[in-house]
């Protein structure tokens, strides 16, 4: 008893065809897969980059704040100095500045 099996030309192409799209369809599951694991981890960063853009936010107002004491109140010294203003009104106004500044710089 013999079998044949008789293979065309055709069948080959087919079988290496469905071969084919398995192995493709194998990689773009792989390939989803990876592509989930980085979105969520885009969307962290971007998260974690939003939290320290705020606290970055609230930090410059601060500094701006203080500043803007510290400026007036040299401009409030200066003053006393030409006469245009009281020496201690010029004091208590840099006293407050700079307890500004060094409860800022005590926040950091």
């Given amino acids: ?5 008789t293979l065309t030309l055709k069948d080959i192409l087919w079988f290496l065809i469905g071969v084919g799209a398995i192995v ?3 990689y ?3 390939l989803f897969k990876n592509l989930l694991q980085t979105v969520k981890k885009t969307n962290q ?10 606290i970055t936010a609230n930090r410059a107002t601060e500094v701006n704040e203080a500043v803007s004491d510290l400026s007036g109140a040299l401009g409030s010294v200066a003053n006393s100095f ?3 203003q009281s020496t201690m009104a010029a004091l208590s106004n840099l ?3 700079l307890s500004s ?4 710089l005590k926040n950091k």
Wanted: aromatic residues 4%; charged residues 20%.
């Fill in 1 to 5: 008893m013999s079998l044949e099996i």
């Fill in 24 to 26: 493709f369809l194998i």
């Fill in 45 to 54: 960063i971007l998260d974690d980059a939003n939290v320290v853009t705020k």
């Fill in 95 to 97: 006293v407050n500045a």
């Fill in 28 to 30: 773009l599951i792989v």
């Fill in 101 to 104: 500044l060094k409860g800022l």
């Fill in 82 to 84: 030409k006469g245009n």
